[in-house]
């Protein structure tokens, strides 16, 4: 499955513990990360300094649903239920 245009969700649900730029402590769940653009798109995708984690997220419909909004409340499940 290809990453949906527009959704972002991986960008928001996540709590992440790694630094990211301009977030030396990682990100909350639920916050969104300062590198999501306006259109919802990674502005640091594919370059050095995004985080690990980000970079091995594969898009998935178990985890991303039919839609963003799916999305959202599949990897907030997830997040919560991983806690």
């Known amino acids: ?3 949906r ?3 972002g ?3 928001v649900a996540p709590s992440i ?7 030396p402590n990682g990100k909350p769940a639920g916050v ?3 590198h999501l653009t306006a259109e919802r798109r990674c502005a640091i995708f594919g370059l050095p300094e995004r985080p690990q984690v980000c970079a091995a997220f594969m898009a998935d419909e178990q985890v991303c649903g039919s839609s963003a909004e799916e ?13």
Not at 17 to 23: E, F, K, L, Q, V
Not at 72 to 77: K, V
């Open 5 to 7: 245009e527009g959704c």
């Open 9 to 11: 969700a991986c960008c």
């Open 71 to 83: 999305a959202l409340r599949i990897l907030g499940w997830w997040e919560q239920a991983t806690a």
């Open 1 to 3: 499955m290809q990453c």
């Open 17 to 23: 513990s790694s630094p990211i730029p301009g977030m």
């Open 32 to 34: 969104a990360c300062n």
